[in-house]
């Protein structure tokens, strides 16, 4: 039992359910927009028919429309913001090796009298 309350409360699988949950609630949103898109563009342009072709035709616009929003309101600001704050923090933590290392030579230097 222990083993499956650890699976259950990992942080990923938290993580993951919260983000399922967020692009559920998403897609109605993109949805919604896409439809907008296509209704600004000229009566039937969008529609290619009821035949299969004509199905996926139209499946596939709806579907680079799709990619096309998601791509620039979404990927493309978030790696904009992850770029701009991932370096500081970078910068601003050292690894725990470095840590370990400078801990050291500040008790030898003082182990020996002299200053860093």
Do not use: C, H
Not at 13 to 23: D, G, K, R, S
Not at 25 to 41: G, M, P, Q, R
Not at 101 to 112: H, M, T, V
């Amino acid at each position: 039992m222990k083993g499956f309350k650890d699976f259950v409360l990992r942080g990923n699988l938290v993580e993951l359910a919260v983000a399922f949950i967020m692009a559920a609630a998403f897609a109605a949103v993109v949805t919604t927009f896409t439809n907008w898109l296509l209704s600004l563009i000229p009566a039937g342009a969008t529609d290619f028919g009821d035949t299969k072709f004509g199905l996926f035709l139209t499946a596939l616009v709806s579907f680079l429309v799709i990619a096309a929003v998601v791509y620039f309101f979404i990927v493309t600001p978030y790696e904009r913001v992850k770029t701009r704050f991932g370096k500081q923090e970078a910068e601003a933590s050292d690894p725990d090796e470095v840590v370990l290392l400078k801990e050291i030579r500040d008790l030898l230097a003082a182990r020996q009298g002299g200053t860093v």
